[in-house]
């Protein structure tokens, strides 16, 4: 049996962490040894080590709470695990889209600064101009 400590140690999951997720009801209530100590046993560390690698993949505790379920249940289709997989993807694509557009704009701003004073800087411009920043053009940034 292990303690609390022992799997946040192992999973490299914070205390706090693990007793956030047995009050949401993502891990199961613990055993308790005589002293009231919370115990746990193998399946719960890989639980915790699933949940942990779920979350470092990006995603919700929704989708972990959906992905658990269907694990729970073998005989489940996979189609089920490879849509919220899918929904991931798309999210994650997303995500990088609007990095790659970030990137493209500060760029924009870093090569158009030639200025030595801060008060000719075309950085610090555009940053000041709230006109470019609502135009549709640069809407990327959401």
């Known amino acids: 049996m292990l303690s609390i400590g022992t799997m946040a140690r192992r999973t490299?999951?914070?205390v706090q962490t693990i007793r956030y997720y047995e009050l949401i009801g993502l891990m199961p209530e613990p055993g308790r040894s005589e002293g009231g100590q919370r115990r746990y046993g193998t399946p719960?560390?890989?639980r915790l080590a699933f949940i942990r690698h779920s979350r470092q993949l990006?995603?919700?505790l929704e989708a972990i709470r959906e992905l658990l379920d269907l694990s729970d249940s073998p005989e489940r289709r996979c189609a089920q695990v490879d849509a919220i997989a899918q929904k991931q993807l798309r999210e994650v694509e997303?995500?990088?889209s609007r990095l790659e557009a970030l990137r493209m704009e500060l760029q924009r701003m870093i090569s158009e600064c030639r200025s030595d004073r801060v008060a000719n800087c075309r950085i610090l411009e555009v940053l000041r101009d709230h006109e470019e920043c609502l135009s549709d053009h640069h809407r990327p940034v959401s």
């Open 44 to 46: 719960e560390l890989d």
């Open 12 to 14: 490299g999951t914070k």
């Open 58 to 60: 990006g995603f919700s």
């Open 94 to 96: 997303a995500r990088i």
